[in-house]
């Protein structure tokens, strides 16, 4: 065993069996200490690509991005309007999207970036930013409301505004999952992200009509009829569902462009399904990249004499 393999074991490639220093070994199958396989016990601290595919999962950080399309579906929810948990939810999900910049932050330093060709960070950098601000932004003017400071007027735009930014955060993987779905030709990745995309615009919309008809309230409280509320506690419960079938698919579509990217990872050229088990669902899509095939010309199918025709005669009339 080298002396200094064990006190600098991230200097070069060495033996898993004996941590032997395989620098300057050339290309030995075997190891010159212990004489074990290097073709399956070579360990490579310093290489990313050459990861297994479980640290590369565990460092790619877009686990915790998936979880965290709940925390942008929850500002459309409607939970954060119910006077009993408001408080509570809106600081849970403010520091989910902090639990977010630190999953987007781990997968622009993970192994599996490098893959990224559809551009999936790019995408999900402005979200990320702003989606913090926004929900502190919010907590800070509701400590101001309830304490006096400013009127209950400026909290409906605020929560527009945080829910505008949680439309945004699951309307960006959604969108660069169905390009790498038409990249894949994969028809149910392209069907989530459709479905994905058309709840979190339902909730969205639905969400700010609740908003609306809340800040009408506030200002007017002469014009709160019982009909008003009970289309607010509608609207809230069409917003509820929506926005959690839309965090539910946001997840299906984030956790298989991770598999994509683990799948050009590990480089074993599979073209099989993939399967993915998310919140109870079993969820196939193609694993490996597969190019669409161009489509063909048809061929010609007019038949072909197999004689050429004899060239007729100068002078003749061409009939007998």
């Known amino acids: 065993m080298s002396p200094d393999s064990a006190s600098s074991p991230s200097l070069g490639p060495r033996c898993g ?10 290309r030995s199958e075997h190891c010159p200490e212990c004489g074990c396989s290097l073709a399956s016990n070579t360990i ?8 297994e595919p479980e640290a590369a999962f565990t460092r790619s950080g877009l686990k915790s991005l998936a979880f965290c399309a709940w925390f942008s579906a929850a500002p459309m929810s409607g939970l954060m309007l119910v006077p009993a948990c408001a408080q509570v939810v809106m600081l849970l999900v403010a520091m989910g999207t902090l639990a977010r910049v630190a999953g987007w932050m781990k997968f622009r330093r993970s192994p599996l970036r490098r893959f990224d060709d559809i551009g999936f960070e790019r995408s999900m950098r402005l979200p990320t930013i702003v989606e913090p601000l926004m929900a502190w932004s919010t907590i800070v003017i509701l400590t101001l409301v309830m304490t006096g400071n400013l009127s209950t007027l400026a909290l ?7 829910s505008l930014a949680g439309v945004a955060g699951l309307l960006s993987p959604t969108i660069t999952g169905i390009r790498l779905a038409r990249r894949l030709d994969d028809p149910l990745m392209r069907f989530t992200g459709v479905a994905a ?3 979190t615009l339902l909730a969205g919309v639905v969400s700010f009509a609740v908003l609306v008809l809340m800040f009408t309230s506030i200002a007017n409280p002469n014009a ?9 506690i509608v609207l809230a419960v069409i917003s509820l569902i929506a926005s959690a079938i839309a965090a539910h698919l946001t997840r299906v579509l984030i956790t298989g462009i991770q598999l994509v990217f683990l799948d050009d990872h590990v480089e074993h050229g599979r073209r099989g399904p993939t399967t993915t088990r998310i919140g109870g669902a079993w969820i196939h899509f193609q694993g490996g990249r597969v190019v669409k095939p161009t489509r063909l010309r048809p061929v010609n199918t007019e038949s072909i004499p197999l004689e050429p025709e ?3 005669e100068p002078g003749s009339t061409g009939d007998a």
């Open 17 to 26: 069996g004996c941590q032997y220093d395989l620098r300057g070994s050339g």
């Open 44 to 51: 490579w601290p310093d290489d990313p690509s050459r990861l």
């Open 156 to 162: 409906p735009p605020a929560l527009a505004a945080w």
């Open 197 to 199: 995309i058309s709840a």
């Open 224 to 232: 709160s009829t019982p009909t008003i509320q009970v289309t607010v």
């Open 310 to 312: 004899s060239p007729s």
